[in-house]
C-alpha cells in the first residue's frame, strides 16, 4: 500500500499491489516525508472503518496526481470507499484501485449518459478532464461479467436512467442497457447502484426506472443521489432500496423533508467525489474524507444523535454491500 501511494501506475501498466503489512523498501525511500508518514501511520495504526462513503470515483482523471493520497487521507479517517464506474474503463481503473487497498471496493457498470454520444459542459469533472464527450458505448455482457466476478466487486452501476441531458432518441437504448446491468446483477447476485435523473420538469425517469426493477430485478440495492420527492421515495423503499444523499444536504434544504421521513436503516452517505463538495470545502474538489460532514448534516436533520447515525449508516452499508 505504502509503495503503491508513492507511485501510482494505470491499470494498463504491470504494478505491484501492496497491502497493509508489505512494502518495499527500495520504492518506499523515494516518497514524500508527509506521504511516508501518513502511510506508516496507516500500517501501524490500521483505522477502523466508522464511515462508509457508498459512492465515489477516484479512479477518475480529477486524481491522477494525488489519487493515492486522496484514498489514504480517506483510510486515515476511518471511511471505507466504494469506487464506481461509469463505463468500461472506468470501471476496470475502480477495480484497480480497490484492489491495492483494504478497505476499498468497486461498483462496475455503464452510466446511461455513456450509452449514447452526447456532449456534456466544461463545468463538469470526467474520465477526460475539464470536459469529455462520451462515445456511445455499446454493454458488454460478458466483459462486465468477468469484472463482476471479482470479489471486491460489490455491486453492479451505476446504472439506470438519465433524461436530463440526452435528446428523447436515446430513451431506447437507457432501457435496454438498464435492463442488461439488472440481469447482469441478478446473475450475480450483487446489488444495483441506480443513477436515475428526471428530465426538465418531469419525473418519469424514476417511475419508468421502477417499473423496470419491478419486472427483471430479483435483487435490490441503492438509488444514489436520489433527487425525487417523497412520494417517488416511498416506492423506492418499499421496494427495498435504499436511499443515498450526498454532500448536497449541507448546504440546501430541498431534500430535508425525504431524508427527515426516510427510515435511518433505510439510508446510504456519499460523497459523489469529485462532484457536489459539502460545506466547508465548498468550491474545492470533493474525496472520501469529507464524509462526515454529510452524516453530520443527516443527523441535524433527523434531530438525532451523530453517533447513532453514524453506526447505523455504517450497518446499513454493511448490510446492502456485505462489506467488512
Not at 36 to 44: I, Q, T
Not at 90 to 113: C, E, F, K, N
Not at 125 to 154: C, H, M, N, W
Request: net charge negative.
Amino acid at each position: 500500500m505504502i509503495a503503491t501511494a508513492c507511485r501510482y501506475e494505470t491499470p494498463s501498466r504491470k504494478m505491484t499491489r501492496m497491502r497493509p503489512g508489505k512494502y518495499s523498501g527500495s520504492r518506499v525511500m523515494g516518497c514524500p516525508p508527509a506521504l511516508l508518514l501518513l502511510y506508516l501511520d496507516l500500517l501501524l495504526y490500521n483505522p477502523p472503518m466508522k464511515y462508509f462513503d457508498a459512492h465515489t470515483h477516484v479512479q477518475f482523471a480529477a486524481y491522477d496526481v494525488d489519487r493515492a493520497e486522496t484514498v489514504a487521507r480517506a483510510l486515515e479517517a476511518g471511511v471505507g470507499m466504494n469506487v464506481v464506474g461509469t463505463q468500461i474503463d472506468t470501471s476496470r481503473a475502480a477495480l484497480a484501485v480497490a484492489q491495492q487497498y483494504d478497505g476499498v471496493w468497486a461498483t462496475i457498470g455503464l452510466h446511461p449518459v455513456h450509452t449514447s454520444k452526447s456532449y456534456h459542459d466544461t463545468k463538469e469533472l470526467g474520465e477526460g478532464g475539464q470536459e469529455f464527450t462520451s462515445r456511445g458505448e455499446v454493454f458488454d455482457f460478458a466483459a462486465y461479467e468477468a469484472l463482476g466476478r471479482d470479489p471486491k466487486v460489490i455491486a453492479i452501476g451505476e446504472c439506470g436512467l438519465d433524461y436530463y441531458r440526452v435528446d428523447e432518441s436515446t430513451k431506447a437504448i437507457q432501457v435496454e442497457t438498464f435492463v442488461q446491468q439488472i440481469e447482469l446483477a441478478n446473475a450475480l447476485g450483487k446489488p444495483l447502484m441506480l443513477h436515475i435523473r428526471n428530465g426538465v420538469g418531469e419525473a418519469n425517469a424514476y417511475l419508468n426506472a421502477l417499473e423496470l426493477i419491478k419486472s427483471h430485478a430479483k435483487v435490490q440495492g441503492d438509488v444514489h443521489f436520489f433527487a425525487g420527492d417523497w412520494e417517488i421515495a416511498q416506492k423506492f423503499l418499499d421496494s427495498g432500496f435504499t436511499l443515498s444523499f450526498t454532500g448536497v444536504v449541507t448546504f440546501t434544504h430541498d431534500y430535508d423533508e425525504v431524508v427527515r421521513n426516510t427510515p435511518l436503516d433505510m439510508i446510504l452517505s456519499e460523497t459523489d467525489a469529485p462532484y457536489i463538495t459539502p460545506v466547508p470545502y465548498r468550491g474545492k474538489r470533493n474525496e472520501s474524507a469529507y464524509i462526515p460532514h454529510i452524516v453530520e448534516a443527516i443527523a441535524r436533520i433527523k434531530s438525532e444523535d451523530i453517533e447513532t447515525v453514524r453506526t447505523q449508516l455504517l450497518e446499513n452499508a454493511r448490510r446492502v454491500f456485505g462489506v467488512t
